[in-house]
């Protein structure tokens, strides 16, 4: 049994999910581009995310350490704290307010 409950509409991979801890993650694409750089792929970062996290901070932690080869963001979520995660080849902001 999978310790998150997904949801996609994507023929691979879960871009929606909480986990046992109780922490979500959802992306969003930015406008589609050609990959820039080398990176790991967001559906690897929405499971290691969905099995690993248990906070928020972890969550944002783990994509910040990333190098991302196409813009995405994350909405990262748990019971006492929510942000967006702006991840893009060229850097990774964290919007919290």
Same mark, same amino acid.
């Given at each position: 049994?999978?310790?998150?409950?997904?949801?996609?509409?994507?023929?691979? @991979?879960?871009? *929606?999910?909480?986990?046992?801890?109780?922490?979500?993650?959802?992306?969003?694409?930015?406008?589609?581009?050609?990959?820039? *750089?080398? @990176?790991?792929?967001?559906?690897?970062?929405?499971?290691?995310?969905?099995?690993?996290?248990?906070?928020?901070?972890?969550?944002?932690?783990?994509?910040?350490?990333?190098?991302?080869?196409?813009?995405?963001?994350?909405?990262?979520? *748990?019971?006492?704290?929510?942000?967006?995660?702006?991840?893009?080849?060229? @850097?990774?902001?964290?919007?919290?307010?």
């Amino acid at each position: 049994m999978l310790p998150f409950v997904p949801y996609t509409h994507h023929w691979i @991979g879960h871009p *929606d999910c909480p986990n046992a801890a109780g922490v979500f993650v959802s992306i969003s694409s930015l406008p589609r581009g050609e990959a820039v *750089d080398l @990176g790991v792929q967001w559906k690897l970062l929405v499971g290691a995310i969905a099995s690993a996290c248990t906070s928020a901070a972890e969550a944002v932690d783990l994509l910040i350490g990333m190098s991302h080869p196409r813009s995405m963001t994350y909405l990262i979520a *748990d019971r006492v704290s929510a942000c967006a995660v702006e991840a893009t080849p060229r @850097g990774t902001v964290v919007w919290d307010r």
